[in-house]
Protein backbone atom coordinates (compact mmCIF):
# COMPACT_ATOMS: atom_id res chain seq x y z
CA UNK A 1 0.00 0.00 0.00
CA UNK A 2 1.81 3.01 -1.17
CA UNK A 3 1.58 6.28 1.37
CA UNK A 4 1.48 10.34 0.29
CA UNK A 5 1.52 12.75 2.81
CA UNK A 6 1.46 16.27 1.11
CA UNK A 7 1.28 19.46 2.64
CA UNK A 8 0.41 18.15 6.06
CA UNK A 9 -0.68 20.62 8.76
CA UNK A 10 -2.08 19.77 12.55
CA UNK A 11 -2.33 22.01 15.79
CA UNK A 12 -2.84 20.21 19.24
CA UNK A 13 -6.36 21.16 20.99
CA UNK A 14 -4.43 23.61 22.96
CA UNK A 15 -3.54 25.44 20.24
CA UNK A 16 0.47 23.84 19.77
CA UNK A 17 0.84 23.96 16.12
CA UNK A 18 3.26 20.58 15.53
CA UNK A 19 3.24 19.67 11.37
CA UNK A 20 3.73 22.86 9.08
CA UNK A 21 3.52 21.62 5.81
CA UNK A 22 4.73 18.21 5.78
CA UNK A 23 5.34 16.31 2.82
CA UNK A 24 6.55 12.62 2.13
CA UNK A 25 6.23 9.54 0.38
CA UNK A 26 6.25 6.19 0.95
CA UNK A 27 6.09 3.24 -2.08
CA UNK A 28 4.39 0.14 -1.49
CA UNK A 29 6.38 -2.59 0.29
CA UNK A 30 8.71 0.23 1.64
CA UNK A 31 10.04 -0.42 5.31
CA UNK A 32 10.83 2.86 6.93
CA UNK A 33 11.79 3.96 10.40
CA UNK A 34 10.75 7.32 11.93
CA UNK A 35 12.98 8.45 14.26
CA UNK A 36 13.79 11.45 16.60
CA UNK A 37 13.70 12.76 19.94
CA UNK A 38 10.44 12.74 22.24
CA UNK A 39 7.87 15.01 20.71
CA UNK A 40 9.24 15.19 17.68
CA UNK A 41 5.61 14.42 16.38
CA UNK A 42 6.04 10.46 15.66
CA UNK A 43 3.68 9.04 17.19
CA UNK A 44 0.95 11.73 15.91
CA UNK A 45 1.77 11.04 12.42
CA UNK A 46 0.73 7.46 12.92
CA UNK A 47 -2.56 8.83 14.28
CA UNK A 48 -3.19 10.65 11.34
CA UNK A 49 -1.98 8.43 8.87
CA UNK A 50 -4.54 5.87 10.53
CA UNK A 51 -7.14 8.27 10.84
CA UNK A 52 -7.35 8.58 14.49
CA UNK A 53 -6.73 11.89 14.58
CA UNK A 54 -7.82 15.08 11.53
CA UNK A 55 -5.46 17.64 10.10
CA UNK A 56 -5.88 20.75 9.57
CA UNK A 57 -5.14 21.65 6.30
CA UNK A 58 -3.39 19.03 3.99
CA UNK A 59 -3.82 15.31 2.17
CA UNK A 60 -3.03 11.68 3.31
CA UNK A 61 -3.39 9.24 0.29
CA UNK A 62 -3.23 5.41 0.36
CA UNK A 63 -3.14 3.63 -2.19
CA UNK A 64 -4.84 6.51 -4.77
CA UNK A 65 -7.56 7.02 -2.12
CA UNK A 66 -7.53 10.45 -0.13
CA UNK A 67 -7.87 9.88 3.26
CA UNK A 68 -7.81 13.40 4.29
CA UNK A 69 -9.62 15.99 3.97
CA UNK A 70 -12.56 14.02 2.22
CA UNK A 71 -13.35 11.29 5.14
CA UNK A 72 -15.59 9.24 2.68
CA UNK A 73 -13.07 6.18 2.43
CA UNK A 74 -11.75 6.07 5.80
CA UNK A 75 -13.82 3.32 6.98
CA UNK A 76 -13.09 0.98 3.68
CA UNK A 77 -9.23 2.18 4.17
CA UNK A 78 -9.08 1.12 7.70
CA UNK A 79 -9.26 -2.33 6.94
CA UNK A 80 -5.98 -2.12 5.36
CA UNK A 81 -4.16 -0.49 8.07
CA UNK A 82 -3.02 -1.99 11.49
CA UNK A 83 -1.61 0.06 14.35
CA UNK A 84 -0.04 -0.97 17.64
CA UNK A 85 -0.05 2.14 19.85
CA UNK A 86 2.65 2.57 22.18
CA UNK A 87 0.64 1.40 24.97
CA UNK A 88 -0.76 -1.99 23.69
CA UNK A 89 -2.93 -1.77 27.13
CA UNK A 90 -4.71 0.87 25.29
CA UNK A 91 -5.96 -1.22 22.22
CA UNK A 92 -7.02 -4.79 24.54
CA UNK A 93 -10.34 -4.69 25.75
CA UNK A 94 -12.49 -8.55 25.12
CA UNK A 95 -13.16 -11.07 27.59
CA UNK A 96 -10.65 -13.15 26.53
CA UNK A 97 -7.30 -12.68 24.65
CA UNK A 98 -9.03 -14.84 21.53
CA UNK A 99 -11.85 -12.97 21.31
CA UNK A 100 -9.48 -9.52 21.20
CA UNK A 101 -7.22 -11.22 18.53
CA UNK A 102 -10.62 -12.19 16.64
CA UNK A 103 -12.26 -8.64 17.22
CA UNK A 104 -10.52 -7.11 13.80
CA UNK A 105 -10.98 -9.16 11.21
CA UNK A 106 -14.80 -9.58 12.26
CA UNK A 107 -15.31 -6.37 12.04
CA UNK A 108 -13.75 -6.20 8.06
CA UNK A 109 -15.84 -8.38 7.28
CA UNK A 110 -13.79 -11.69 7.31
CA UNK A 111 -15.94 -15.27 7.31
CA UNK A 112 -16.05 -17.04 10.99
CA UNK A 113 -14.17 -19.77 9.66
CA UNK A 114 -11.33 -18.22 8.20
CA UNK A 115 -11.56 -15.49 11.18
CA UNK A 116 -10.67 -18.64 13.86
CA UNK A 117 -7.89 -19.79 11.36
CA UNK A 118 -6.47 -16.03 11.39
CA UNK A 119 -6.46 -16.24 15.42
CA UNK A 120 -4.72 -19.70 15.32
CA UNK A 121 -1.99 -18.23 12.59
CA UNK A 122 -1.83 -14.75 14.32
CA UNK A 123 -1.11 -16.28 17.71
CA UNK A 124 1.27 -18.64 16.96
CA UNK A 125 3.15 -16.14 15.44
CA UNK A 126 3.92 -13.89 17.95
CA UNK A 127 4.26 -17.16 20.92
CA UNK A 128 1.03 -16.84 22.43
CA UNK A 129 -0.03 -20.19 23.95
CA UNK A 130 -3.50 -21.55 23.42
CA UNK A 131 -4.19 -21.30 27.04
CA UNK A 132 -3.19 -17.79 27.32
CA UNK A 133 -5.90 -17.21 24.38
CA UNK A 134 -8.49 -18.40 27.02
CA UNK A 135 -7.31 -15.34 29.66
CA UNK A 136 -8.43 -12.12 30.18
CA UNK A 137 -5.96 -9.58 28.32
CA UNK A 138 -6.16 -7.64 31.68
CA UNK A 139 -4.38 -10.68 33.39
CA UNK A 140 -1.72 -10.64 31.19
CA UNK A 141 1.98 -9.07 31.80
CA UNK A 142 3.42 -5.95 29.71
CA UNK A 143 5.52 -8.25 27.20
CA UNK A 144 2.33 -10.44 26.44
CA UNK A 145 -0.07 -7.10 26.29
CA UNK A 146 2.13 -6.27 23.65
CA UNK A 147 2.46 -9.73 21.79
CA UNK A 148 -1.92 -10.02 22.11
CA UNK A 149 -1.88 -6.21 20.60
CA UNK A 150 0.59 -7.46 17.75
CA UNK A 151 -1.42 -10.75 16.91
CA UNK A 152 -4.68 -8.51 16.76
CA UNK A 153 -3.03 -6.10 14.09
CA UNK A 154 -1.90 -8.98 11.99
CA UNK A 155 -4.97 -11.30 12.06
CA UNK A 156 -6.21 -8.53 9.75
CA UNK A 157 -3.51 -9.20 7.14
CA UNK A 158 -3.09 -5.34 7.11
CA UNK A 159 -1.16 -4.00 3.56
CA UNK A 160 0.06 -0.58 5.97
CA UNK A 161 1.24 -1.82 9.19
CA UNK A 162 2.05 1.32 11.84
CA UNK A 163 4.38 0.29 14.78
CA UNK A 164 4.57 2.46 17.92
CA UNK A 165 7.77 1.60 19.65
CA UNK A 166 6.73 -2.14 19.50
CA UNK A 167 9.77 -3.25 21.53
CA UNK A 168 9.38 -0.71 24.93
CA UNK A 169 9.88 -2.60 27.42
CA UNK A 170 10.87 -5.92 26.05
CA UNK A 171 13.74 -8.09 26.90
CA UNK A 172 16.67 -8.75 24.12
CA UNK A 173 15.63 -12.43 23.64
CA UNK A 174 11.81 -11.30 22.83
CA UNK A 175 13.02 -8.30 21.03
CA UNK A 176 14.77 -10.65 18.62
CA UNK A 177 11.75 -12.66 18.24
CA UNK A 178 9.63 -9.79 17.38
CA UNK A 179 12.05 -9.37 14.44
CA UNK A 180 11.76 -12.18 13.19
CA UNK A 181 8.12 -12.31 13.44
CA UNK A 182 7.50 -9.08 11.20
CA UNK A 183 9.73 -9.78 9.18
CA UNK A 184 7.84 -13.07 8.52
CA UNK A 185 4.83 -11.39 8.46
CA UNK A 186 5.44 -8.34 6.16
CA UNK A 187 7.16 -10.71 3.88
CA UNK A 188 4.70 -12.79 3.43
CA UNK A 189 2.22 -9.98 2.76
CA UNK A 190 4.00 -7.66 0.84
CA UNK A 191 3.22 -5.26 3.84
CA UNK A 192 4.14 -1.41 4.13
CA UNK A 193 5.80 -1.09 7.23
CA UNK A 194 6.18 2.62 8.93
CA UNK A 195 7.96 1.56 12.31
CA UNK A 196 8.53 4.48 15.37
CA UNK A 197 11.82 2.92 17.36
CA UNK A 198 14.72 4.19 18.99
CA UNK A 199 16.43 1.09 19.11
CA UNK A 200 19.00 0.99 16.97
CA UNK A 201 18.78 -2.89 16.27
CA UNK A 202 15.42 -3.14 15.45
CA UNK A 203 15.58 -0.36 12.94
CA UNK A 204 18.33 -1.69 11.33
CA UNK A 205 16.81 -5.81 11.66
CA UNK A 206 13.88 -4.22 9.62
CA UNK A 207 13.90 -1.08 7.58
CA UNK A 208 16.11 0.56 4.59
CA UNK A 209 14.96 4.26 4.85
CA UNK A 210 14.68 6.58 7.45
CA UNK A 211 12.48 9.28 8.04
CA UNK A 212 14.13 11.50 11.11
CA UNK A 213 11.68 13.85 12.55
CA UNK A 214 12.43 17.22 15.00
CA UNK A 215 9.71 20.00 16.33
CA UNK A 216 7.41 18.57 13.31
CA UNK A 217 9.74 18.83 10.84
CA UNK A 218 11.58 16.17 8.14
CA UNK A 219 15.30 16.60 9.28
CA UNK A 220 16.50 13.65 6.92
CA UNK A 221 14.77 11.33 4.48
CA UNK A 222 17.53 8.70 3.09
CA UNK A 223 18.94 5.12 3.65
CA UNK A 224 19.18 3.54 6.66
CA UNK A 225 23.22 3.33 6.42
CA UNK A 226 24.24 5.33 10.02
CA UNK A 227 26.54 7.39 8.30
CA UNK A 228 24.39 9.86 6.66
CA UNK A 229 21.07 9.94 9.13
CA UNK A 230 23.21 12.47 11.34
CA UNK A 231 20.35 12.57 13.62
CA UNK A 232 19.78 8.53 14.41
CA UNK A 233 23.47 8.61 14.59
CA UNK A 234 23.23 10.69 17.63
CA UNK A 235 20.89 9.05 19.31
CA UNK A 236 22.94 5.72 18.60
CA UNK A 237 25.91 7.46 20.08
CA UNK A 238 24.63 8.03 23.13
CA UNK A 239 23.73 4.39 23.14
CA UNK A 240 27.14 3.20 23.21
CA UNK A 241 28.33 6.13 25.46
CA UNK A 242 25.76 4.76 28.10
CA UNK A 243 27.28 1.35 27.75
CA UNK A 244 31.29 3.22 27.61
CA UNK A 245 30.08 5.27 30.74
CA UNK A 246 28.99 2.07 32.55
CA UNK A 247 32.29 0.28 32.32
CA UNK A 248 34.39 3.53 32.01
CA UNK A 249 33.65 6.55 33.54
CA UNK A 250 36.14 8.53 32.86
CA UNK A 251 35.95 8.10 29.38
CA UNK A 252 32.85 10.37 29.03
CA UNK A 253 35.12 12.97 31.08
CA UNK A 254 37.15 12.99 27.77
CA UNK A 255 35.52 11.91 24.87
CA UNK A 256 33.87 14.09 22.21
CA UNK A 257 30.20 14.10 20.76
CA UNK A 258 32.31 13.31 16.92
CA UNK A 259 33.85 10.19 18.61
CA UNK A 260 31.09 9.02 20.54
CA UNK A 261 28.90 8.66 16.96
CA UNK A 262 32.05 7.57 14.95
CA UNK A 263 31.79 4.66 17.52
CA UNK A 264 28.00 4.72 16.45
CA UNK A 265 28.57 4.92 13.05
CA UNK A 266 30.67 1.67 13.02
CA UNK A 267 28.59 -0.31 15.24
CA UNK A 268 25.41 1.01 13.35
CA UNK A 269 27.00 0.24 9.56
CA UNK A 270 28.02 -3.22 10.87
CA UNK A 271 24.69 -3.96 11.68
CA UNK A 272 23.43 -3.20 8.38
CA UNK A 273 25.92 -6.13 6.57
CA UNK A 274 27.44 -2.70 4.92
CA UNK A 275 30.75 -3.77 6.54
CA UNK A 276 32.69 -5.75 8.81
CA UNK A 277 34.16 -3.33 11.05
CA UNK A 278 36.43 -4.37 14.32
CA UNK A 279 36.97 -1.61 16.81
CA UNK A 280 40.76 -0.61 17.18
CA UNK A 281 41.19 1.66 20.06
CA UNK A 282 40.50 1.09 23.21
CA UNK A 283 38.04 3.67 23.87
CA UNK A 284 35.14 1.83 21.19
CA UNK A 285 34.21 -1.42 22.51
CA UNK A 286 34.03 -4.55 20.74
CA UNK A 287 31.49 -7.36 20.31
CA UNK A 288 32.61 -10.44 22.33
CA UNK A 289 35.94 -10.28 20.78
CA UNK A 290 34.27 -10.40 17.03
CA UNK A 291 34.13 -7.98 14.48
CA UNK A 292 30.50 -6.25 14.36
CA UNK A 293 29.47 -7.74 10.81
CA UNK A 294 27.59 -10.66 10.22
CA UNK A 295 23.84 -11.55 11.73
CA UNK A 296 25.25 -10.77 15.52
CA UNK A 297 22.43 -9.77 17.25
CA UNK A 298 23.15 -9.62 20.91
CA UNK A 299 22.27 -6.44 22.58
CA UNK A 300 24.46 -3.39 23.99
CA UNK A 301 24.69 -5.29 27.42
CA UNK A 302 26.81 -8.20 25.83
CA UNK A 303 29.42 -5.50 24.77
CA UNK A 304 33.37 -5.95 25.78
CA UNK A 305 35.54 -3.58 26.10
CA UNK A 306 38.78 -3.72 24.71
CA UNK A 307 40.42 -3.61 21.13
CA UNK A 308 43.35 -5.52 19.03
Partial sequence: MGLQVSDLHFT???GTELFHGLSFEVASGERIALIGSNGSGKSTLLLLIAGLLVPSKGR?????????????????????????????ERQLFANTVAEDIAFGPTQIGVPKEEVAARVEEASALVGLSKALLQRSPFTLSSGEARRAALAGILAMHPQLL???????????GMTQQFILQVNHFVASLGSTLLLVTHDPEVAAALCQRAVALEAGQ????????????????????WSVTEELARRDPAWVAHA???????????????????????????????FNGA??????????????????
Fill in 12 to 14: YDE
Fill in 60 to 88: VVLDGRTIHPSRTPLAQARGHIGLALQQP
Fill in 162 to 172: LLDEPTAGLDA
Fill in 218 to 237: IRYDGPLDGAAAAGWLTTAA
Fill in 256 to 286: RQDEAIAAAAMWFRSRQGDVSVMATTPRFPR
Fill in 291 to 308: PLGGDRTEPLSQWKEGGT
